[in-house]
Antibody, heavy 122, light 111 residues
């Protein structure tokens, strides 16, 4: 059974940094592209970042470009999101999601974790 | 700016059929956008219903189906049940530079 467990959320001041983790199990981690999707309180879903199964290709939404970095550690079966220069509008539940195969391009995000809450506030 | 459009709200009677759509502010949706549909209830993570236009995710009942209708992606629920009352989101793959764009979601009421 595919399991994705996010951690690392919390309260951070504007301009601060946070690193989210997503521990994956139940599948061969390196065979699947992964993504982060967020949901601000009371709002819809927003795609944030994605990474191919090999880790060689990353994709970022314009809203986080230059501030957020997605990465993965195959030895730990873990996906990361390094978030810098955080803003109030980054406040959201952050979900990690798994794609359909190794390539990120064109995939759907089909398995989801339960999410971790990030609050950016002074 | 690419905007993915969904009906803000929809209502269906128990046992009835409803079709939710997912369109583009400019242009037509095709299978090349790999439409994916999610169901989300308050406080829960999204649940994948349909991916790649019309492939049902594991464990999803066959009363949920996906298609392209005209210039939009569509999610049809046949024989609606009370626990189908949820928010439904679609996402489209837009290719280089934009990548994945979610629609604003449709709040489905079953009454």
């Amino acid at each position: 059974e595919v399991q994705l467990l996010e951690s690392g959320g919390g309260l951070v001041q504007p301009g601060g940094s946070l690193r989210l983790s997503c521990a994956a199990s139940g599948f061969t981690f390196s065979s699947y592209a992964m993504s982060w999707v967020r949901q601000a309180p009371g709002k819809g879903l927003e795609w944030v970042s994605a990474i191919s199964g090999t880790g060689g290709t990353t994709y970022n939404a314009d809203s986080v470009k230059g501030r957020f970095t997605i990465s993965r550690d195959e030895s730990k079966n873990t996906l990361y999101l390094q978030m810098n220069s955080l803003r109030a509008e980054d406040t959201a539940i952050y979900y990690c999601a798994r794609g359909l195969g190794r390539a990120a391009a064109g995939t759907g995000w089909v398995s989801w974790g339960q999410g971790t809450l990030v609050t950016v506030s002074s | 700016q690419t905007v993915v459009t969904q009906e803000p709200s929809f209502s269906v009677s128990p046992g009835g059929t409803v079709t939710l759509t997912c369109g583009l502010s400019s242009g037509s949706v095709s299978t090349s956008h790999y439409p994916t549909w999610y169901q989300q209830t308050p406080g829960q993570a999204p649940r994948t219903l349909i991916y790649s236009t019309n492939t049902r995710s594991s464990g999803v009942p066959d009363r949920f189906s996906g298609s392209i209708l005209g210039n939009k992606a569509a999610l049809t629920i046949t024989g609606a049940q009370a626990d189908d009352e949820s928010d439904y989101y679609c996402v489209l793959y837009m290719g280089s530079g934009i990548y994945w764009v979610f629609g604003g979601g449709t709040k489905l009421t079953v009454l």
